[in-house]
């Protein structure tokens, strides 16, 4: 299954014990990231006025947002207006019921699907399996994903943990390809084989949307392969499942996000397929069309004035290959289809900051700010995790780390409340250190601090602070 | 000009050699420097921990203690970065508008080293001898926060005798973000592995920053690997001049530590 929904199994630096463990694993993030990274910054520095693109981008983002329930209704009468169908769906579960008693209600045993974060968020693809219906993923790297039994570990390139050999190996497995080299067009060719079959036979699609037009009920996917063509276009039935904040007021203001998506996301001035559509033509694509308009936890992002600009996001995934925290860690230690720092933020707010798990994901960032910088609609990341970190803070479970932590903290605000306990403290830390003082530095401290000894010398208290010094000799 | 000295917790505690060196810079620079003993830290480590309360009357003591002051000035981009960036975020979410305008206007006055030297003084030649071979770490709060940009190198480059070679990557964290060092330790040694390799594979005897968090995190990293490089804060180079620098403990103390550290 390439689903994996949003609750994760783990807390965050648990799970990135192991993943940092898979030293292949890191060596193929590495490889990509670093490649992708340069990519951007080219295509980026090519447009002069890509400052005020992602300005406009964020204004954009937050007009809508600010008006959302309009929006989202004008985009119901739209559709329905050009023949589809609009469906509200509070949570995953409501969402997965629609999407399933659609595909059942006209017969299907499988679906094809276009590459969609939102229908993983759902799990949707367990959800259809539980009613015998099997859900085949179109886009290759998800194919890849699904093929292997595994979850996606970016959002963009679900499959960039894995490098070519490993691919071969699986089709060769999976697929009965009889693949004699791991060339790109060599394993294209043999999805493209297996997927045709897929697209001619399947009456039912499903996909996610990039952007839905509220004016004209105009639902938008952007991709690189076609397959998302194929699937919009060749079904008799296509259900498209949206996050309610992809609504976007008017067609004009799309343009900035097709220069801003594409040389975010994949480094490219154009992506190769934008699809556009209005509800049904008859006799011309699918001949019903359904709208899934998904909450599950986002009226309350919304609510929430300091981290409502979380809701810009348009999944480009700068933000994860830019990060030296994604790079190392890789995507699954995130627990949720949404890694990387946007993933630190959007998954515990989606879950209501109710997940424990998810809790620990704000802490999983050095807040070097590197992904703010990239971010194309200007989403202060580093700033919103600042901020979940105080949220969730006084909420935090009793356990014994948590507890020593806070007892720590709440010591430490009371010493530098006063310079005399502050000084006093110094002092104090100067004699206690004794033992623990191996020529001029510290290997080796207990308790939570042993996290830094395990890999890192601590200096040693100096024998005066600056503040004794200053003192003693003035005018230094 | 009048200056006050901001210390921060971490230098006053463990690296007071940067704060002198910073007062006799700028003091050598025909300016007046001023320390006002009653500040402790900023808030910084508890209000990006999650303990927004308990860094709240760490704020508020930190503009009483420098209200007064004409201009302020910090051997640490990251907490400069905090002052100026994050103060008003702080007084914002606790709904205190009186904060907001004061924070806002004190994080006008407040500077790192490095900018301050370059945009309000001016100098790019502070007069510096420093003979050795030196690499360069801009750390992430003044680079991303501060946007200090080449402040340091220019600063760097007109130290005599000093040789400046390019670190690789240099704008990759070098995994301390304060408590994610302890909190999330296994990523931070992966992040502190990278930079620490990149520090080596310069052939430099030591590597200088803006910030002696991160350097105490380069630094220990290369110390636990015994490399024999050693971490100095840029004040300490931009201080240090030929008359002291000639077996002066002071100016290559930071280095010596490693060094020891290694026996």
């Known amino acids: 299954m390439s689903a994996g929904g949003i609750r994760p199994a783990r807390p965050f630096p648990e799970a990135a014990r192991d993943t940092l463990q898979d030293a292949q694993m890191r060596r193929n993030l590495k490889h990509a990231t670093t490649t992708i990274r340069e990519k951007r910054l080219r295509a980026v520095a090519e447009l002069p006025d890509w400052e005020a693109l992602r300005t406009r981008g964020a204004e954009l983002k937050d007009a809508s947002l600010s008006d959302l329930a309009e929006q989202l209704l004008t985009l119901e009468a739209a559709v329905k207006r050009c023949g589809g169908q609009v469906h509200w769906a509070r949570d995953a579960a409501e969402a997965c019921r629609i999407v399933t008693d659609l595909a059942a209600l006209h017969g299907a045993r499988e679906i094809i699907k276009v590459k969609s974060i939102s229908t993983d968020e759902i799990e949707l693809n367990a959800a259809l399996e539980q009613r015998g219906i099997q859900a085949i993923e179109t886009d290759l790297a998800e194919l890849i994903v699904q093929l292997a039994g595994d979850t996606p570990s970016h959002i963009l390139v679900p499959a960039i943990h894995k490098n070519r050999a490993e691919i071969r190996d699986l089709f060769r497995q999976k697929l009965g390809a009889e693949l004699l080299t791991d060339e790109p067009k060599v394993l294209a060719e043999a999805a493209r084989l297996y997927l045709r079959e897929k697209f001619l036979s399947t009456k039912v699609a499903v996909s996610g949307a990039n952007f839905a037009i509220a004016e004209s009920g105009t639902v938008c996917i952007v991709e690189s392969e076609g397959n998302g063509r194929m699937c919009l276009t060749l079904p008799d039935v296509l259900i498209s499942v949206m996050g309610i904040e992809k609504v976007l007021p008017q067609w004009a203001d799309i343009a900035p996000f097709m220069q801003l998506l594409p040389r975010s996301s994949t480094a490219e001035r154009m992506n190769p397929y934008t699809s556009f559509w209005s509800g049904v033509i008859p006799g011309d694509g699918p001949q019903e069309f359904h709208l899934v308009l998904l909450d599950n936890g986002r009226t309350d992002v919304l609510a929430d004035e300091a981290a409502r600009q979380t809701l810009r996001c348009i999944r480009c995934s700068a933000c994860l290959n830019v990060c030296p925290v994604y790079e190392r860690a890789g995507g699954h230690a995130y627990g949720s289809v949404y890694p990387g720092p946007i993933g630190a933020i959007l998954t515990p707010q989606l879950l209501q900051l109710e997940d424990e798990n998810a809790n620990t994901l704000p802490w999983a960032s050095s807040l070097c700010g590197a992904c703010y910088d990239a971010c194309p609609v200007k989403i202060n990341i580093p700033e919103i995790l600042i901020y979940l970190r105080g949220q969730i803070t006084p909420h935090k479970s009793h356990n014994l780390e948590n507890t020593v932590e806070s007892i720590a903290m709440k010591t430490a605000a009371w010493i530098f409340n006063e310079p005399f306990r502050f000084e006093g403290a110094l002092k104090l830390a100067r004699t206690g250190q004794g033992p623990l003082v191996q020529h001029g530095a510290i290997h080796a401290l207990p308790g939570l601090l042993g996290g830094w000894t395990s890999s890192r010398n601590l200096p040693a208290f100096p024998a005066k602070s600056f503040r004794e010094l200053w003192r003693e000799e003035g005018e230094v | ?263």
């Not at chain 2, 030591?206 to 002696?212: I, R, V």
């Open chain 2, 1 to 263: 000009m009048k200056i006050d000295l901001f210390i921060t917790c971490l230098n006053d505690a463990l690296f007071p050699q940067t704060g002198l060196a910073m007062a006799r810079l700028l003091r050598r620079l025909g300016h007046q420097v001023h320390f006002n003993e009653a500040q402790t830290c900023c808030g910084q480590m508890h209000f990006n921990t999650g303990y927004q309360r308990e860094a709240l009357p760490l704020i508020r003591k930190f503009v009483n203690d420098f209200r007064n002051a004409e201009v302020i000035v910090a051997p640490s981009g990251s907490c400069v970065a905090f002052v100026r960036d994050l103060y008003p975020k702080a007084a914002e979410w606790a709904g205190d508008d009186d904060l907001l305008r004061e924070v806002t206007e004190l994080g006008k006055r407040t500077y790192e080293l490095s900018e301050f030297l370059i945009k309000v003084l001016k100098v790019e030649d502070v007069g510096a001898y420093y003979p050795h071979r030196v690499t360069y770490h801009p750390t992430c709060h003044a680079a991303r926060l501060l946007r200090v940009g080449d402040a340091p190198l220019t600063l760097l480059k007109n130290v005599r005798g000093l040789t400046l070679v390019e670190l690789p990557a240099s704008e990759q964290c070098c995994g301390f973000g304060g408590t994610f060092s302890v909190k999330n330790p296994e990523t931070s040694t992966a992040m502190l592995a990278d930079k620490v390799q990149s520090v080596m594979s310069t052939g430099a005897e030591c590597c200088t920053a803006g910030d002696n968090s991160c350097l105490m995190h380069i630094g220990g990293g290369l110390s636990r690997l015994q490399s024999g490089v050693g971490v100095v804060h840029l004040a300490e180079i931009l201080a240090s001049t030929e008359s002291i620098s000639a077996g002066s403990s002071e100016t290559i103390g930071a280095m010596q530590v490693s060094a020891e550290a290694l026996l």
